[in-house]
């Protein structure tokens, strides 16, 4: 795992650590030294905690006129025991809402295990961005995590599934991938209402 660094492409468009409005402004990072685990498996420096122990993330882009961000995780996605939604929730995603970021699109590929609890925290999210008009998509995310996601009922609050995780969005620029993301969404909605 500690080879698997955050998506470095558009590092010349968005760095969090620089962006005043981030909850990761004016971090610094130690490129020598890894000091992140999760379990017993050191991770690469680049990623950034919020307080849990087996979750990290690199929020790899914001646009504030579009308002939405792309945010990368690694590690287990663990509700039982570590309430990872709660510290997602309240250290990072609300400072972006305070941003009027209404999009939030997380890059799921190195999410490796998800333990559900309740499902409060995800009905928040979902209740404030849909008073905007917003959403949540997941994109990535491995089979056997969806399978869990969709059990615990987290498709009710987070667009998730085969359509999203088709979506090639190395390829893209921040721009591109939201832009599939809206095309996706909408072509999903007009299916099901015929």
Known sequence: MQDIEPFFRWRDQYVASEDPHSPFYRRQYNEFEYTHAIYNYYIHPQWDEFDSSTLYLKILFVDYAEQFAIIELIGEWNDAIQNDIMYLK?????????????????????????????????????????????????????????????????????????????????????????????????????????
Not at 93 to 113: H, T
Not at 173 to 189: C, M, N, R, W, Y
């Open 90 to 194: 309240r250290n990072v995603i609300e400072k972006l809402l305070r941003s009027e970021i209404k999009y939030f699109i997380l890059i799921m590929d190195n999410v490796y295990n998800f333990h559900s609890s309740d499902d409060c925290y995800y009905e928040e999210w979902q209740e404030e961005l849909s008073e905007e008009g917003g959403w949540i998509v997941m994109l990535g995310t491995l089979e056997h995590v969806e399978e869990e996601m969709v059990q615990a009922g987290l498709q009710h609050y987070i667009h998730l599934g085969k359509n999203f995780n088709a979506i090639e969005w190395r390829r893209l620029d921040p721009v591109g991938v939201f832009a599939i993301v809206e095309k996706t969404l909408h072509s999903q909605s007009r299916r099901l209402r015929y």
